[in-house]
């Protein structure tokens, strides 16, 4: 396939449905863009990640907590049981309320890296949730289209048993009169038995993908229309490797890690410069009228102190904890780092995969195409032939045969042209919701609303509701079963 000729070849084959031909669906039909709309709102996957991200905007504040200012209030209340023998001034009982507050003046960095690591991090999180986003928006595909495929199949094999049935009925009728053998019975009858063996596979096969539609959407599917063009495909796979190097979340992410990893090399360093901090101290102390002198001098029950200053702390020997932790950090640093390499390599290996089979299926589509109509044409001959006494029964059998699977390929062919399609996109990071559009139908997750709500919020006592499921739970949707609703002529071209 030369590279010239692929859009507009990718446009025609895509515009014709990829699944159900030029078959018209319903008013009622679920569409694709529907289905991807119910897994953005109540998929668990997205939801818990959307979590992990609010949970990482924390870590913000966290770190600049360690720049503001630490108020504790510390209260004793005693009672003296035995005196000393050389205690002349005790009292009997003691209330102590002390009160401190330090401000760190200079931490040698720490503080400021920590935050820029935090931040870092919470870059990388929102990375990593719009690749998530991406694979559910991947899987929410194949399961789509997964359905598509195997209602068709079903609706083939279904057709194709109805075919051989009434062939068995004519070879029974035909033998009656003589002009057939006990073979010829024999044969329809054993094909017929095969056929509905195939049927229940693929019975099997459309539960199966009912119910995974079912756990990634959250709903069972109903009647699916044929999902719309892909939109922005490359040429060749080595654009879309270009865009994805530089659009992927998943190197995004790997990239705002490293970043954050040389952060908290510098916080380990820190560890080793001086400190600099302001206090300040106040006590009350009162004896609750319980001190006495045994000379009768008058002594106050109750005072106040209270004292202010600076405190520098020198590090000189930590026991080296300093530059083991800063050896810990560079070591993280470099798995950082191979990570962001290995990202790399599976973002390029899945581009080009995804591409190669989206370009073989397209090539599959071609050749299926051409083979059901091919076998169409050689099934009306055998049959005429068969008529005259030129062809046997097996022979009009296995070009029945031979039809049903070019039928299969087809539509097989079809589901994963798209999938793979669409694989491409999400790899090049251009399959998330804004991509497809879906912000015209509903509010999109912005992760920077939550971030801005607890950037700079420094009181301890900020109440937080204690979280709540968002994804729906399925167990009380219904077992699925393999009834298709369509007639067999909507099952895809060649029927």
Excluded: C
């Excluded at 084959?13 to 039909?29: E, H, K, N, Q, T």
């Excluded at 559910?136 to 048993?161: C, S």
């Amino acid at each position: 396939m030369s590279e010239g000729v692929l859009p507009v070849r990718i446009r025609k084959i895509l515009l014709a449905g990829l699944a159900l031909g030029p078959v018209a669906a319903p008013a009622s039909a679920e569409t694709l863009r529907e289905a991807l709309i119910k897994a953005y709102k109540t998929n668990p996957t997205l939801e818990a990640q959307r979590a992990n991200l609010r949970a990482t905007d924390e870590g913000v504040p966290i770190a600049r907590s360690s720049a503001l200012p630490n108020i504790s209030l510390q209260t004793n209340y005693a009672e003296l049981f035995q005196n000393a023998n050389n205690a002349f001034v005790v009292p009997q009982r003691a209330l102590q309320s002390n009160g401190q507050a330090t401000v760190p003046l200079y931490s040698g960095g720490q503080v400021k890296n920590s935050i820029k690591a935090a931040e870092d991090r919470v870059l990388a999180g929102r990375a990593t949730l719009r690749g998530t986003e991406a694979d559910l928006f991947t899987n929410t595909v194949g399961a789509y289209m997964d359905v598509i495929r195997d209602q068709a199949v079903v609706a083939l094999n279904e057709q194709n048993i109805r075919v051989l049935e009434v062939n068995l009925q004519a070879s029974r009728d035909r033998f009656q009169v003589g002009d057939l053998t006990r073979t010829d019975v024999a044969q329809s009858e054993a094909r017929l038995s095969l056929a509905q063996s195939q049927l229940q596979q693929a019975q099997a096969r459309l539960i199966a993908s009912r119910e995974t539609y079912i756990r990634v959407i959250g709903s069972p599917p109903g009647d699916l229309e044929p999902p719309p063009p892909l939109p922005g495909l490359p040429r060749d796979p080595d654009s879309a490797v270009q865009i994805a190097l530089q659009d992927s979340p998943t190197l995004q992410a790997a990239r705002k890690n490293v970043d954050a990893t040389k952060y908290d090399v510098r916080v380990a360093r820190a560890a080793r410069l001086p400190q600099l901090g302001a206090f300040v101290n106040s006590g009350y102390f009162n004896y609750l009228g319980s001190l006495s002198s045994p000379f009768g001098a008058n002594i106050p029950q109750s005072g106040i102190n209270a004292q202010g200053g600076l405190q520098l702390t020198i590090p000189l020997y930590q026991g080296g904890q300093p530059a083991a932790r800063i050896r810990q950090a560079q070591a993280r640093e470099g798995v950082a780092q191979e990570q962001l390499t290995d990202s790399e390599r599976g973002v390029v290996a899945q581009v080009r995969s995804a591409f190669a089979f989206y370009r073989g299926a397209l090539e599959v589509i071609e050749s299926a195409t051409a083979a059901v109509n091919a076998n169409k044409l050689s099934l009306e001959g055998v049959r005429a032939e068969n008529g005259v006494g030129n062809r046997t029964v097996i022979e009009v059998l296995n070009a029945e045969q031979e039809l049903l699977n070019s039928q299969v390929t087809l539509v097989t062919a079809r589901r994963d042209a798209y999938v793979a399609g669409f694989a491409v996109l999400a790899a090049m990071g251009h399959a998330e919701a804004k991509d497809l559009g879906l912000d015209g139908d509903m509010p999109l997750y912005d992760p920077v609303i939550n971030y801005r709500r607890v950037r700079n919020n420094i009181s301890d006592w900020a109440g937080e509701r204690s979280p709540k499921p968002v994804a729906p739970t399925t167990s009380n949707t219904p077992a699925q079963d393999a009834k298709v609703t369509r007639s067999p002529a909507a099952a895809g071209p060649g029927n």
